[in-house]
C-alpha cells in the first residue's frame, strides 16, 4: 500500500496513429495524497487529458498504455480488467468533462441518470435513489430537486448542466474527482459559481480533486500542488508557491510571465513565449521546450535533462537547473 | 471623447432584435442589442467585455451590416453609415474597404478549399486593389508577413496550420485592403495561453504601424483590460458601464462589473486567497423576456422597487465615466 491516493509511475502511453506513432505520455510521474487538489495546466495537446484519463481506464483508442504503473487507492489500475474498473469508475472515481452540453445525454431526464450511477454502484431501490437523487441536486446548490429530475439537459442552461455533471460525479462519495477544464465552456461569473462550489463540497465530502485546465487563475486560488505538462511531460511539479513564486523551468516562467495581469498599474508589454506548441509527430529530439527556449544549451538540443529535485515536493526536467544545482552540490 | 463631433466612429442607440417566431401581435423578438451608445476616436482601442449572449458579437457585427440594424445610428467618420429612423442606409461596398472583421473561430472562419493566398488575394481583387497579378502577390505576401507568416505559407491550405497561425491568416485577410476599423471578435479566446501573448503583442504593433482603431470583444477582461484604452461592459443587450480602462478596474461604478471583476480568478495565490468574490446568485436570463426595468435587477444585490419599474439612465456620472445605474450614489 503506497501513501498516496493516486500514485502514477513512469507513465509511457501512445497514440498508434496512421501518420506514427504520438507519445502522448512520457515518462509521468504524479501522486497525490487523499484530500489534495492537483492542478494539471499546459496548453493543448500536452497531455493533461489523457494522463487523467488513463487512471480511469478511459484510454482511447488507438492509445495504448506501453509503460509505467499506475495506482490508485490501492488497486494497480494498468492491471485491472475492464469488468473490476467499472466497478470503481464512478464509485472511487469520477470525473466532469468539459463541455457540459454534450457531456448529459439530451434524451434522458436528469433524474435518469443521476439514478443511473447510484443504481449501478449501491444497493439502493429506486425509491431511495430517487432521494438520493434530490439530496445530490441540492448539495450542488440546484432548487426545487424535484422539478429539475424531470427536466431534460436542454432545459437547462450551461451553468445548471455543469452542477448536474458534478452531481452525478459525487453520486457514490468518490475518493477522486477528476474534473477536466471543467469551466472553460462557462462564462466567468458562473465560472467563479463552479469553483467555489467544488472547494465547497471538497471540505464537505474530502475527496481529493484533480484538476485540469490551461487557467493558471483557476489553479492559483484552488490547488495544493501543481504539475506543469508539456509535450507530454511534467516539465515542472511542486506546491502553488514553488510554481508561481519560485518558478524553475523556463516553460513555467514564460507562461507566468505572459498572461496579463487584472491588476497591473502601468501598461506593460506582454513577454510571449515565442514559437509554436510541440508537433506531437515529429517531437524534437532532446528536451522539448528547447527549440522555443531562450536559455537553450547545446545539450538540450541533444538529450532530454535528468529529473531535478528541489526540495520535498518540488522538481523540475531543465539542463539549466541541473546544472545550477550541480554547480551548488559541487561547492558545498 | 466628449466632443462628440469629432469622434470617428459613433454609435447612438444601437438596436438589434432578432424575429423569433410567433405571429401577427405575438410576434417574438430577442432583444440582442438594446440602446447602446459609444464613441470610439481614431487610433483608439475601445474593448468590449460581457457574458456569452449579452450583445457583444452582436454589436460588432451590426456595425458592419453583418446584420441590418433594427434601430440607432452610426456614423463613420463623418459620414453615415446607416440611420434607421431616417431609413437611410448607405451602400456598403466603398465602406468594407475601411472597416474590417476578425472572427473568432480560426477553424471555421477560413474556407477549407482555397489557399492561403487566395484567401487574402480575395478582398484585394473585389476591391480591385492591384493592377496586375504580379501586384496582388506582392500585397499579399506583404501582409503575411506583417503578421510574422511568410511568401511559402501563400500556397498552403488552411489545414495545415495551427489555431494560432490561423489566426494570423485573418488578420492578413482583413488587413490586406489597409483597413482603418478593425473589428476583433473575440481573435484570442480560441487560442492556447502562451500564443495568446503573441497575438495580444501583434494586435498592438499593427496599430502602432498602420494607425488602427479597434474594437475589440472578448470574455476575458484581463486580455481586454491589457489592449483597450476603453473599456465597455454589456449585460444583456445594454451597456451598464463605459470608462477608461484602468479606471473601470480600479473603481467600477455599477454592481455587475464589480461582480465581474471579482469573479476573474487571478494567477497569483495568495492575492487569490485573499480575494472575497462578489457571487452572483443564478443565471442571465432570456434575451427573449428580458426583465423590465433594469436588466440585471434579478441578480443584483440592490435591486429595489425602482429597478422593477424605470429603466435607469445612461450618464455620465463622472467625466469620461459612463455608467446606468440607480444606486451609484448610494454604493460607494
Not at chain 1, 309 to 330: P, R, S
Not at chain 2, 62 to 68: A, G, I, P, Q
Request: with cysteine; aromatic share 6%; net charge negative.
Amino acid at each position: 500500500m503506497s501513501e498516496y491516493l493516486v500514485d502514477i509511475k513512469n507513465e509511457r502511453l501512445s497514440f498508434f496513429t496512421p501518420a506514427g506513432e504520438v507519445k502522448a505520455l512520457n515518462d509521468v510521474s504524479i501522486h497525490l495524497k487523499e484530500g489534495e487538489v492537483l492542478g494539471i495546466v499546459g496548453e493543448s495537446g500536452s497531455g493533461k487529458s489523457v494522463t487523467a484519463y488513463s487512471l480511469m481506464g478511459l484510454t482511447a483508442y488507438p492509445g495504448k498504455l506501453i509503460g509505467g504503473s499506475l495506482y490508485f487507492n490501492g488497486h494497480q489500475v494498468d492491471q485491472m480488467t475492464d469488468k473490476e474498473m467499472r466497478k470503481i469508475r464512478g464509485n472511487e472515481i469520477s470525473i466532469i468533462f468539459q463541455d457540459p452540453m454534450t457531456s448529459l445525454n439530451p434524451v434522458y431526464t436528469i433524474g435518469n441518470q443521476i439514478m443511473e450511477a447510484i443504481l449501478l454502484h449501491t444497493d439502493k431501490s429506486k425509491e431511495q435513489a430517487r432521494e438520493r437523487a434530490k439530496e445530490l441536486l441540492e448539495l450542488v446548490g440546484i432548487n426545487e430537486p424535484d422539478k429539475r429530475l424531470k427536466q431534460y439537459p436542454h432545459e437547462l442552461s450551461g451553468g445548471m448542466r455543469q452542477r448536474v455533471m458534478i452531481a452525478i460525479a459525487l453520486a457514490c462519495e468518490p475518493k477522486l474527482l477528476i474534473a477536466d477544464e471543467p469551466t472553460t465552456a462557462l462564462d466567468v461569473t458562473i465560472q467563479a459559481q463552479i469553483l467555489e462550489l467544488m472547494m465547497d463540497l471538497k471540505k464537505k465530502l474530502g475527496m481529493a480533486i484533480i484538476m485540469i485546465t490551461h487557467d493558471l487563475g483557476v489553479v492559483a486560488s484552488m490547488c495544493d500542488r501543481i504539475a506543469v505538462m508539456y509535450a507530454g511531460k511534467v516539465i515542472e511539479y511542486g506546491t502553488a508557491d514553488d510554481i508561481f513564486y519560485n518558478p524553475k523551468h523556463q516553460y513555467t516562467k514564460g507562461l507566468i510571465r505572459s498572461i496579463p495581469r487584472i491588476d497591473a498599474k502601468e501598461h506593460e508589454r506582454l513577454i510571449p513565449i515565442e514559437g509554436t506548441p510541440v508537433d506531437m509527430l515529429n517531437p524534437p529530439k532532446g528536451c522539448p521546450f528547447a527549440p522555443r527556449c531562450e536559455e537553450c544549451m547545446k545539450i538540450c538540443l541533444r538529450e532530454m535533462p535528468p529529473v531535478t529535485d528541489l526540495g520535498d515536493v518540488h522538481y523540475t526536467q531543465c539542463w539549466l537547473i541541473q546544472k545550477e544545482e550541480m554547480e551548488k552540490g559541487a561547492a558545498k | 471623447m466628449s466632443d462628440k463631433q469629432n469622434s470617428f466612429i459613433q454609435v447612438e442607440h444601437l438596436q438589434q432584435y432578432f424575429p423569433a417566431g410567433g405571429f401577427g401581435r405575438n410576434k417574438k423578438y430577442i432583444q440582442a442589442v438594446d440602446d447602446v451608445s459609444f464613441t470610439i476616436s481614431k487610433g483608439e482601442t475601445l474593448g468590449l467585455v460581457g457574458e456569452s449572449g449579452c450583445g457583444k458579437t452582436t454589436t460588432g457585427r451590426t456595425l458592419l451590416r453583418l446584420y441590418e440594424p433594427t434601430g440607432g445610428r452610426f456614423v463613420y467618420d463623418g459620414n453615415v453609415i446607416f440611420d434607421v429612423d431616417k431609413k437611410q442606409f448607405v451602400d456598403m461596398l466603398p465602406y468594407r474597404k475601411r472597416m474590417q472583421i476578425v472572427f473568432q473561430d480560426p477553424y471555421a472562419s477560413l474556407d477549407p478549399r482555397m489557399t492561403v493566398g487566395d484567401i487574402v488575394g480575395e478582398a484585394i481583387d473585389v476591391h480591385k486593389m492591384a493592377a496586375n497579378k504580379q501586384e496582388r502577390y506582392e500585397i499579399i505576401i506583404e501582409m503575411l508577413r506583417r503578421v510574422g507568416l511568410n511568401s511559402e505559407h501563400a500556397n498552403r491550405y488552411p489545414h495545415e496550420f495551427s489555431g494560432g497561425q490561423r489566426q494570423r491568416v485573418g488578420i492578413a485577410r482583413a488587413l490586406a485592403v489597409r483597413p482603418e476599423f478593425i473589428v476583433c471578435d473575440e481573435p484570442i479566446s480560441a487560442l492556447d495561453v502562451s500564443i495568446q501573448a503573441q497575438m495580444i503583442n501583434m494586435f498592438e504593433d499593427l496599430q502602432e504601424e498602420m494607425g488602427l482603431t479597434y474594437l475589440f470583444i472578448a470574455h476575458d477582461l484581463s486580455a481586454v483590460k491589457h489592449i483597450s484604452n476603453r473599456i465597455g461592459v454589456m449585460y444583456l443587450g445594454r451597456m451598464v458601464e463605459l470608462a477608461d480602462s484602468y479606471e473601470l478596474i480600479t473603481r467600477p461604478l455599477h454592481p455587475y462589473t464589480k461582480s465581474l471583476i471579482s469573479a476573474i480568478p487571478i494567477a497569483d495565490p495568495k492575492i487569490a486567497k485573499e480575494s472575497k468574490r462578489i457571487a452572483l446568485q443564478g443565471d442571465v436570463p432570456s434575451p427573449l423576456n428580458p426583465p423590465s426595468g433594469c436588466r440585471f435587477r434579478t441578480r443584483c444585490p440592490y435591486a429595489d422597487e425602482k429597478c422593477a419599474q424605470e429603466t435607469p439612465k445612461w450618464r455620465e456620472v463622472e467625466r469620461g465615466h459612463f455608467s446606468a445605474c440607480h444606486h451609484i450614489d448610494k454604493l460607494d
